[in-house]
């Protein structure tokens, strides 16, 4: 049987390319989607225009109730 294996150390993490650059951030416990939506439309403000690419590493289920 297969055993998955959750590092607690690592919580939800947002890498987010504008055409000036990368920057990545941690998501707060029980950010929503349109708290994403948000922080990325106030991050498109202070570079040039929207992001290019996002990518979104969610933590597991199991360790985001750890973390509360």
């Known amino acids: 049987m297969l055993e998955m294996h959750?590092?607690?150390?690592?919580?939800s993490r947002v890498t987010v390319a504008f055409e000036d650059g990368a920057l990545s951030f941690v998501?707060?416990?029980?950010?929503?989607?349109e708290d994403l939506a948000d922080r990325l439309d106030r991050l498109g403000e202070r570079?040039?225009?929207k992001p290019v690419a996002i990518?979104?590493?969610?933590?597991?289920a199991?360790?985001?109730?750890?973390?509360r």
């Open 6 to 11: 959750h590092d607690v150390s690592r919580p």
């Open 27 to 33: 998501l707060s416990n029980g950010a929503t989607f």
């Open 47 to 49: 570079h040039y225009g």
């Open 55 to 60: 990518a979104v590493k969610l933590a597991a």
């Open 62 to 67: 199991s360790d985001a109730q750890r973390r």
